[in-house]
């Protein structure tokens, strides 16, 4: 079992920036996977961004070029850089772990308990 705490999130402006970081612990395998979903009221849950222990990433296609992922192996923590943000963007924003470079819905093994991110002016 794998457990995730998630720190970060809030309330910012159109534009602004946001850092979410996620630590992991517990039995995590030495191949693996973590990254982002993010789910907005009366919406599907989708994957935000992955990225695997040997640094491969994904990232769905309307953060690509504004979010960075990117992870500490050593202290098992992903984190998520979110600039250019925009009011499409506000979400509960979920940490996850599992396997696979794309993080698909069927390979996450954990959830952290989710985190809000509010864009608006």
């Known amino acids: 079992q794998v457990q995730l705490v998630e720190s970060g999130g809030g309330l910012v402006q159109p534009g602004g920036s946001l850092r979410l970081s996620c630590a992991a612990s517990?039995?995590?395998?030495?191949?693996?996977?973590m990254g982002w979903y993010r789910q907005a009221p009366g919406k599907v849950r989708e994957l935000v961004a992955a990225?695997?222990?040997?640094?491969?990433?994904a990232y769905t296609d309307s953060v690509k070029g504004r979010f960075t992922i990117s992870r500490d192996n050593a202290k098992n923590t992903v984190y998520l850089q979110m600039d250019n943000l925009k009011p499409e963007d506000t979400a509960t924003y979920y940490c996850?772990?599992?396997?696979?470079?794309?993080?698909?819905?069927?390979?996450?093994?954990?959830w952290g308990q989710g985190t809000q991110v509010t864009v608006s002016s």
């Open positions: 996850a772990y599992g396997t696979g470079v794309r993080l698909s819905v069927k390979d996450v093994l954990s």
């Open positions: 517990g039995s995590i395998f030495s191949i693996n996977a």
């Open positions: 990225i695997t222990n040997g640094g491969s990433t």
